[in-house]
């Protein structure tokens, strides 16, 4: 079982930054592959970015690509996504989500077994 916990949301002008954060508990963090997905009012959740279990490997959407960044720190149990010139249009509900081991399909909700509450980001224009 694993409880994800997500904080870091807000209220930012555009071309702001935010860090969102998602601690995790459990021993096996580090067996984990962690996403973020993102839901925006009267739309469907979407992928976001995800980080492989070592770290090794990242994988974002097109729309947050050169933007957003995805990290993971094992010791800590945390996941970060640090978002840069931000967009209205990033304008959404962010979820963390963990899924064990995922090879492929990291932008599939189906492949992530625990997700958190989620946290608002609202970006004024």
């Known amino acids: 079982q694993v409880k994800l916990v997500e904080s870091g949301g807000g209220l930012v002008q555009a071309g702001a930054s935010l860090r969102l954060s998602c601690a995790a508990s459990?021993?096996?963090?580090?067996?984990?592959?962690m996403a973020w997905f993102r839901q925006a009012p009267g739309k469907e959740r979407e992928f976001v970015a995800a980080?492989?279990?070592?770290?090794?490997?990242?994988y974002y959407a097109d729309s947050v690509k050169g933007r957003f960044t995805i990290s993971r720190d094992n010791a800590k149990n945390t996941v970060y996504l640090q978002m840069n010139s931000l967009k209205p249009e990033d304008t959404a509900v962010y979820y963390c989500a963990a899924g064990f081991r995922i090879y492929y399909s990291h932008s599939f909700q189906a492949a992530y077994d625990y997700w958190g509450q989620g946290t608002q980001v609202t970006v004024s224009s």
């Open positions: 980080i492989s279990w070592s770290g090794g490997s990242t």
């Open positions: 459990g021993r096996t963090f580090s067996s984990y592959t």
